[in-house]
């Protein structure tokens, strides 16, 4: 049976070649690519972390919402 699921990410690019957008597009097709149906990605903007996290101060947050079976959500 499948199940809604959102997940949040914080995504940093510090020392990556690809950008923003190409990531959030790799990470859609490997939802998908699972067998999940992904609904609706939210692009967030660049902000600040609440406090440093192993010397990164900002990230890009991205938002997914997606169905599949809950067996394969820990694979996911």
């Known amino acids: 049976m499948k ?3 959102e ?3 914080a995504l940093s ?3 990556k070649e690809e950008s923003v957008k190409e990531i959030i597009e790799r990470l859609e097709k490997t939802i998908a690519s699972e067998g999940a149906t992904v609904e ?3 692009r ?3 902000r600040d ?3 440093p996290l192993k010397h990164l101060n900002n ?4 938002n997914f919402i997606f169905e599949v079976d809950s067996q394969l959500i820990d694979k996911l």
């Open 40 to 42: 609706q990605v939210q």
């Open 59 to 62: 990230a890009y947050f991205v």
């Open 49 to 51: 972390l609440a406090y």
């Open 44 to 46: 967030f903007e660049k």
């Open 7 to 9: 997940a949040l990410l």
């Open 13 to 15: 690019t510090r020392g």
């Open 3 to 5: 199940k809604r699921y």
